[in-house]
């Protein structure tokens, strides 16, 4: 991976740039690819974009796409595609491959047949960091049913409790290392590529019920997030397909291969109800394929399968011309705007001004605001 990325990086030097976000429990870099025709800089106007595969080491199919999106990026731009160029000109993209570096290595060394449905999944220490995550949602559901929000609690933004930052909670230096990248970066909209199912989730994945394992929890962006589920899964070509198998017993070809994610099962302290709650950057997540380990041979045609899906995704963050999907809102005219013309520094200069009260917002923004 290492190698594969720094020979991008010497193909195409003036459009990326490879950095470390951290290490593992173990002591291996968290490498992410930046691709922008200002590699290393935050331009006003230009939204920043990222995906994120292997946050469980054992589900792979994540991380060799965006080793091949690396190279595709860089040698369609280098021919001149138009539509590679104006990607790469307009939004400022980072491509994580492995979030959990240390798991990865458990399952290689198993391999495609061997290392199973759970070896490598967890990180060294046995954590799942798609549960790792401060848990943001109970507080604001608390604030919600005591009317604090959201003048007295915030509905957005919402801060980490201080229990979390404790030098003996149990966080893993992956995911400090992720929350320490989002803080970092005005991230307005991400993808977390996983394996083991064909479908795409939206949050909240965490039930508002608490004791139930599953329960339809939509965000106040509802209709964003399942415009964006649908277009990864609509471009997909294997969720598709009409002439796909099931992966397991849920039919996900019924809602048209998307699912709220609490009401597929409850996910406490995911990544993608903390990017929502603690940075306001919309997150989905993608199950790329009924294997979690899928032979090399397979590549080539799971590459296909997502090439499309993966482009398109990436273009949401600025396409003022998607058509509507059946049933679901079309995506608001440069929501990105504001998020990516203002400072990085700031809280408030991140994300879509109809999130922000102070700057009134209409029937996108959350509740009303």
Known sequence: MRKLMKRVNDECPNITRVY????????????????????????VGEPEFRYVAGMHGNEVLGRELLLNLMEYLCREFRRGNPRVVRLVTDTRIHLLP?????????????????????????????????????DLNTALWDAEDNDLVPHEFPNHYIPIPEYYTFANATVAPETRAVIDWMQRYPFVLSANLHGGELVVTYPFDMTRTYWKAQELTPTADDGVFRWLATVYATSNLAMASEERRLCHYDDFMRSGNIINGANWHTVPGSMNDFSYLHTNCFEITVELSCDKFPHASELPAEWENNRESLLLYMEQVRDQEAPPAPGVPPTPRGWWWDAARRSPKAPEALHPPSLLPQWGGGGWGRRGL
Do not use: C
């Not at 061997?114 to 220490?125: D, F, K, P, V």
């Open 98 to 134: 492995s979030m959990n570096p240390d798991g990865y290595e458990t399952a290689y060394k198993l391999g495609s047949e061997l290392s199973g449905w759970a070896m490598g999944r967890w990180t060294y220490e046995g954590i799942d960091l798609n549960h790792n995550f401060a």
């Open 20 to 43: 470390s976000i951290g290490k593992s429990y173990l002591g291996l870099k968290m490498y992410v690819m930046e691709i922008s025709d200002n590699p290393g800089q935050h331009e």
